[in-house]
């Protein structure tokens, strides 16, 4: 893993500055049996499914298709292209070819494309609670496969960039100018990101680490706010781990959720330092890909199971030099990882969070 | 028995709700007065039904997880995001912003009633009344706690929908752990049916939830053999009766 950031400034014009993190060059067409399903959103599905085309099929062949589902995550769905069919409608424009509410804006069109174009038969359906969606994807991927509905699950989230969700995290003053700092002394705000990540979750997987454990909790506190004290966060890692059967100590590296905002970086640090104390080494890995919203928590789950794989904890790009008095232990070089396990945090609007447990070796 | 999807489900609740005039608002009462002022449809619909299935539940009203299910979820807010989008891009309502995800009426409703439980927000177009359920009975054969399943669609977005007009509809559904099911509990067990079909037309067929209100009906009345959830053509999913 190099460690480069990928934020820059935006190419869509924008009345603010800001900086994205944004999947560059031409994304292929999806091909022309399903281009009734055509948007951005679903050409990037598309694509990470087909980087997974082997690992698909073999799955397929080992149980059936009718036992592969299909979970995946997204705040914005065809969000982008419904922008522009508004924009059309209400200049009184002819609504461009091709655009259709359930195939090019619904939130599950790219489950219903993954599904249809590999032949899957199981369950099909996205999870939608904003940044933790993907997350919470994984987690019902993991029931899905605990309760014997299903034997694999194709998991993970996808989202892309567009004006209103910009916009919208302007309106809110969280935006950063700069590339995004979390838990820096000086972080003033977050980045958006674009992109995602799908992972196979399969019944006696050959791969070497494994989903364990999962906590869901809501605050219960604000829409748009962290509870400042960090109590349902801290609820939702207790419960994954409490389902895995692994104690606090034993967790070695923590992938935060770590915004770069002043109050959900505080926040998070209070419910880490009260549950860990100083021992796991804490990354946002933000600094990299920008906050991928519905895709951020698959995304951040790639970087625990590869941290696993590889035996290391990234680099905290944008941490130095960190918060005094956070309580935590913020990792700012690649470290060698002598943990077993690796926890990913996800907290989203409403008040929605989720922590994933993450092993290898014999344990998972 | 690989085609049952969990474990039976104990429904000790039901609500309901659909416009019947064009200006009806539903009561919504678990909001705070000031909430329910800035609440969309959707998230109003959800509270509503909400109250009524934890009400014939006797649930406390922060003792229960959650499933919201909606096909296209906030769609009226954000059409008014993108509205007041057209002469200032920039310019959007923070308050609207925030009130237009997917979870947003998880959110508000959580906050209105303290209940820090488990949440989560599906979609699955035709299919999310099905999937809600899948999800319900993976959850509860996982978790074994109080649920309620919420599931529901605002009417036809104009400007954006090209088919028949529909109007919307919500309906919940409240399930306990087996062990604690009183003797009125209605058991179901959801199950995947090969070649299921809708099970009827109804004025609100139109609406990716439409099926609730014949669901609602089933249920309420003497429930026989099964119910399908599916569309033709899709993989089929339907509840039977134990």
Known sequence: MNSKSGLAKPTMPLAFETQVGEVKGDLPPLPISFSSYESRIARMAFMLAEHMRGSIVKATQRWGAQRVAVILATSTGGLLETEAVHKSSLEGKTRPNGYGLLRTHSLSATAELLSQAWGLEGPSYVISTACSSSAKALASAQRLIHTGVADAVVAGGIDTLCLLTLSGFASLGILSSSACRPFAKDRNGINIGEGGALLLLERDALGVVALLGSGETSDAHHMSAPDPHGLGAQSAMQAALLQAQVAAHDVGYINAHGTGTPLNDAAESMAIARFFGQAPTVVSTKGYTGHMLGAAGATEAAFCVQALEQGFTPEGLGSSPPEEGLGIRIGLHKAPLKSRFALSNSFAFGGSNISLLFGQGSHA | ?242
């Not at chain 2, 009203?61 to 909606?70: D, K, L, R």
């Open chain 2, 1 to 242: 028995m690989r085609d049952l999807i969990g474990e039976p489900l104990c429904l000790v609740g039901v609500g309901v709700w659909t416009r019947t005039a064009a200006s009806e608002l539903p009561p919504a009462e678990l909001l705070g007065a000031r909430t329910r002022g800035r609440a969309s449809l959707l998230t109003l619909m959800f509270c509503e039904v909400i109250g009524q299935a934890i009400g014939s539940a006797a649930f406390d009203p922060s003792g229960f997880a959650t499933i919201f299910g909606s096909a296209f979820g906030e769609m009226q807010r954000l059409i008014e995001l993108l509205e007041g989008m057209q002469g200032q891009p920039s310019e959007v309502s923070p308050l609207r912003f925030q009130t237009s995800v997917h979870n947003a009426a998880a959110g508000q409703i959580s906050i209105a009633t303290k209940n820090k439980n488990f949440s989560t927000s599906v979609a699955a177009g035709q299919q999310t009344v099905a999937m809600g359920f899948v999800e319900a009975a993976t959850f509860m054969a996982s978790a074994k706690e109080r649920l309620v399943l919420v599931l529901g669609d605002e009417a036809a977005p104009p400007r954006l929908h090209e088919g028949p007009a529909y109007e919307a509809v919500a309906a919940a559904f409240s399930f306990c752990p087996l062990a604690l099911a009183p003797d009125t509990a209605i058991k179901l067990q959801l199950r995947r049916a090969h070649g299921a079909s809708m099970n009827s037309s109804t004025p609100l067929a139109h609406n990716p939830c439409g099926i609730l209100l014949p669901l609602v009906a089933w249920l309420n009345g003497d429930p026989k053999g099964s119910f399908s959830l599916s569309s033709p053509g899709m993989t089929g999913y339907c509840i039977d009766r134990l």
